[in-house]
């Protein structure tokens, strides 16, 4: 049996990437990373994987004429690495019909609140305002409409009552570190059950 390939899809830092690929080192994931691709050619979390020697790819849609276009071109490198799941990892950009497709009930996120509560930007910031005593994060299954899919596994994060957005942040991503491989290690066996 081949080992199962991550496609990890980020726009940022790359610090829920980062967990993955140390999980994956660790013996922790049975999987690898296949290649890395942003929305931003300059997005700091592709040096990072760079510097664990992994394939990364910068794809521009202002290089496209269209968002169809620009997906189609991730689903074209996506199957050329052979890659079996898709992972959003500060993915900012709301994926459409071409990966989703490609990739049925195997393109997965993390989202910074307890959903279905507080989905779209700035999750942690609508918690404290909403008055909250428990903010969390959850890894789900992507769907067409935005952090609205099954859900795959949640921790919860107590809101300290003088907490800023900077602080709840901080420490949900501490929790998003330890989620995105637990929740991607049960993805992984569901695949791999799949390819007997
Ligand atoms: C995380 O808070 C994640 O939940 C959200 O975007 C942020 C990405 O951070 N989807 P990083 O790039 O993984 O450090």
């Known amino acids: 049996m081949r080992d199962v390939k991550l496609g990890i899809l980020i726009s940022g830092r ?51 004429a269209s968002k169809d276009d620009y997906e189609q071109q991730i689903v074209r490198v996506l199957t050329a690495q052979q890659v079996d799941v898709v992972v959003l990892a500060g993915y900012m950009k709301i994926l459409g019909q071409p990966v989703l497709a490609a990739y049925p009930n195997r393109v997965i996120n993390i989202h910074p609140s307890l959903l279905p509560d507080f989905k779209g930007l700035h999750a942690q ?12 994060c959850t890894v789900h299954y992507v769907v067409p409409e935005v952090d609205s899919g099954a859900i795959i596994q949640q921790a919860l994060v107590p809101v300290l009552s003088d907490d800023t957005e900077e602080t709840l942040s901080q420490r949900i991503l501490v929790e998003e570190h330890k989620l995105y491989p637990a ?14």
């Open 14 to 64: 790359g610090s829920n990437m980062t967990a993955i690929i140390e999980a994956i080192e660790a013996g922790q994931l049975d999987a690898s990373v296949a290649v890395v691709i942003s929305n931003k050619p300059d997005a700091a979390g592709l040096k990072v994987a760079q510097s664990y020697g992994l394939m990364t790819i910068g794809i521009d849609p202002k290089d496209f």
């Open 125 to 136: 910031r609508q918690a404290l305002e909403a008055g909250r005593a428990e903010a969390g």
């Open 183 to 196: 929740a991607l290690a049960s993805v992984i066996a569901q695949v791999k059950e799949e390819q007997k």
